[in-house]
């Protein structure tokens, strides 16, 4: 990860919880032998930070296991293996996802609930792979409102990928049947979904969604080839919560975490990788087309663990 997403990231992840550097770097900055107090002061950064009680405490017994078999007893070792369970973790939350071939053109349907950013990572999206060299179609899957569309159309000018839409109130599958035909007629290599964020409660959310699945299935072989649902990091669990009943009925590939940039809650990386056995694909800093960073676990653990001390 390059130097500024890192800063970007550090930056979101405790930026209001110097209560948190203080409590890892309390744990982490220690020499000598291993003390009770030092997995203790971790296990509470950890749930600060919206690990999860259940993880955090789990990642701390561990750590105590390994003290009392004395497998770990000094306190310089800590860190080290803080590190490895950190991204064993995240490594078998991505292994449990295989990306699927097919197309062109390459599917990807953004989901989630209401305002936790799939438009806006419709277009961050999309400007990035553009920037890569593939051409980019996006379809306005969300047609639950017609400022939706609106709000779809205006970044699509602005990154200059054109926008398949249709009326307030149309079928999104009709949509996403519309947006592959040309993007198939135009040669186009990836399509981005935007969809409805309705509550997840609403049956007929996930209806609509399925139907879209089918519908692309039949239009491209494989697609969607990657259904990524949107998470506002602001929410912690309570966003967890809402992708557990997303991810059953959605089938759900990955997850971009946005609003790292608002929220001193990083930890919620871990609670998913652990409670959704998701891996955590991009992440959004900021409100502009260019803050949206591919997530790599690494970095994210050394954001987290390497600040501190
Ligand atoms: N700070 C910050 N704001 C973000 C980020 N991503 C999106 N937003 C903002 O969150 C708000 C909602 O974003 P949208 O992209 O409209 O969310 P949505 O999921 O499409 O919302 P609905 O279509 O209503 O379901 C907007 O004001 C965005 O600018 C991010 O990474 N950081
Ligand atoms: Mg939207």
Redesign the pocket.
Known sequence: MARSMLQKLKRGLFMTHTEFLEKVGDALRRTGPVEPVHIDRLEEALIAADTGVELSLRLAEELRNRVRKGTLEDAAELRPAVREQLLELLRAAEAASVPRGGGPPRVTLLVGVNGTG??TTAAKLAKRLKESGRSVLLAAA?TFRAA?VE?LKVWGERVGAPVVHQAEGADPAAVVFDALAAARARGIDEVLV?TA?RLHTHANLMKELEKVRKVAGREVPGAPHEVLLVLDATTGSNGIEQAERFGATAGVDGVVLTKLDGTAKGGVVLAIADRLKLPVRWVGVGEGIDDLLPFDAEGFVAALLDTAG
């Open positions: 799939k438009t969300d939706a709000q935007d964020g």
